[in-house]
């Protein structure tokens, strides 16, 4: 069992940012594909950015390439993910994920991670 905690959200500024830490607890030994996911109510939820299992290799939703990063600290058992350039469209909340991936083409289907975190509300102000 992986306990994922999410932290980081708040208000911001369009325009501003912020970095959200997923921190992994439990069954950490094994490697996963971590990925963020968001979801602004009455909409579904959405793949936002993932990273491989080495920590190497990072994939992007279109809408945030270029203003969002995905990074991971294996020594704290941590994923980031750093937010920049801001717009109101990006409020929502957002969960972390793990997940034993079959095949990395998996990656936006919410349906392949297994666990996952209680989510934290990021809401930009325009």
């Known amino acids: 069992q992986v306990h994922l905690v999410e932290s980081g959200g708040g208000l911001v500024q369009a325009g501003g940012s912020l970095r959200l830490s997923c921190t992994a607890s439990g069954r950490t030994g094994s490697s996963y594909v971590v990925g963020w996911f968001r979801q602004a109510p009455g909409k579904e939820r959405e793949f936002v950015a993932a990273?491989?299992?080495?920590?190497?290799?990072?994939y992007y939703a279109d809408f945030v390439k270029g203003r969002f990063v995905i990074s991971g600290d294996s020594a704290k058992n941590t994923v980031y993910l750093q937010m920049s350039n801001l717009k109101p469209e990006d409020t929502a909340v957002y969960y972390c994920?793990?997940?034993?991936?079959?095949?990395?083409?998996?990656?936006?289907?919410?349906?392949?991670?297994?666990?996952w975190g209680q989510g934290t509300q990021v809401t930009v102000s325009s």
């Open positions: 990273i491989g299992r080495t920590g190497i290799s990072t």
């Open positions: 994920a793990a997940g034993d991936l079959l095949m990395i083409a998996l990656r936006t289907a919410p349906t392949a991670y297994q666990y």
